[in-house]
């Protein structure tokens, strides 16, 4: 399953609504840094459909100026 951490820059003055948006998406953990205007964005899915929905989604939110990938990794499922 495909973990990936993110910052997350939002547009001047949309942090809020940044951290609402990303609340919604259940594949979303979401951690607001102290000190600066971005926040620490956690996605996990079960597979690359999943990821490419997510994806998608992201996309699509307004408020979100920048994503940055810092780390990604998949964890082979043992069947």
């Known amino acids: ?6 910052l997350a820059h939002p547009h001047e003055d949309k942090k809020e609504d940044l951290i609402e948006a990303l609340s919604t998406i259940e594949q979303c953990e979401i951690m607001a840094a102290q000190n600066k205007d ?11 459909a999943e990821e490419a929905i997510l ?25």
């Open 55 to 79: 994806k998608e989604k992201l996309d699509a939110i307004k408020s979100l100026k920048l994503l940055a990938m810092v780390s990604g990794f998949n964890t082979p499922q043992n069947n």
């Open 38 to 48: 971005v926040l620490i964005l956690i996605t996990e899915t079960e597979n690359k």
């Open 1 to 6: 399953m495909p973990i990936k951490s993110y």
